[in-house]
């Protein structure tokens, strides 16, 4: 079973739209740590942020937003009026008790159009 | 330089051939990693080094060898690869393994391609 799950593949939407990237993910430990990372067309993972799982609060970062969901296991990212710079790969993370061990998901493109 | 580097940034190579790709980080970091990342496939972990010493090795075929001679840099050893070996690699380093510390800083990756 994989440990993070992006169920959405790709995402088109227009400029100024918001858009929710889905994330749910899986772990049996009490402490871990949930990630988002943006790729761009260049290739490079850039963090966005880290959680732990003690802080349920949802965080907001200019047009950036999280939920933090426990009861469902899920960390989802919110982009509120998307930029066509927004077009990236979104990748959600999860590190474990043992933090030798990351999981990504697989995914989600998300497509801003003009 | 700043934050993760990586060279070479594209490499092809054959199936016979014997190559290296590097990774440097100036970020002052203590754990670094190696990642592969295939077409429509999670990125996958493949090594992973926390001050010089590997804690991770993810069942990674021996055609891939890391060597970490320092805690800034960390190289990949390749020989005798696949066409199914053609990825992304990226490094990453992170200030530790655990604890708060723990987010990682991506390099830009070198795109290879066995022939």
């Known amino acids: 079973a994989q440990k993070v799950t992006q169920a959405q593949t790709e995402i088109s939407v227009v400029e100024k739209e918001d858009v929710t990237l889905d994330c749910v993910y899986e772990t049996r430990d009490t402490t871990y740590y949930l990630f988002w990372y943006k790729q761009p067309p260049s290739g490079e993972l850039v963090f966005l942020i880290r959680?732990?799982?003690?802080?349920?609060q949802n965080e907001i970062s200019g047009r950036y937003s999280w939920n933090f969901q426990k009861s469902t296991s899920s960390f989802n990212f919110t982009i509120t009026a998307s930029q066509v710079v927004d077009s990236a790969v979104y990748f959600c993370a999860l590190s474990e008790h043992n933090f030798n061990k990351f999981y990504f998901g697989s995914g989600t493109k998300l497509n801003v159009k003009p | 330089e700043t934050g993760v580097t990586q060279t070479p940034r594209h490499l092809v190579m054959g199936m016979t051939n014997k190559k290296s790709l590097k990774c440097e980080q100036h970020l002052g970091h203590n754990a670094m990693y190696w990642y592969k990342q295939s077409a429509k496939k999670p990125l996958e972990l493949m090594f992973v080094y926390n001050f010089k010493e590997q804690t991770e090795n993810n069942s990674v075929p021996s055609r891939f060898s890391p060597e970490c001679p320092n805690s800034s840099h960390l190289f990949l050893h390749l020989h005798t690869l696949q066409p199914e070996d053609s990825a992304l690699y990226l490094c990453?380093?992170?200030?530790?393994?655990?604890?708060?510390?723990?987010?990682?800083?991506f390099g830009p990756g070198t795109r290879l391609t066995v022939l």
């Open positions: 959680r732990n799982s003690f802080d349920e």
């Open positions: 990453a380093s992170s200030q530790d393994l655990g604890g708060v510390g723990n987010e990682q800083f």
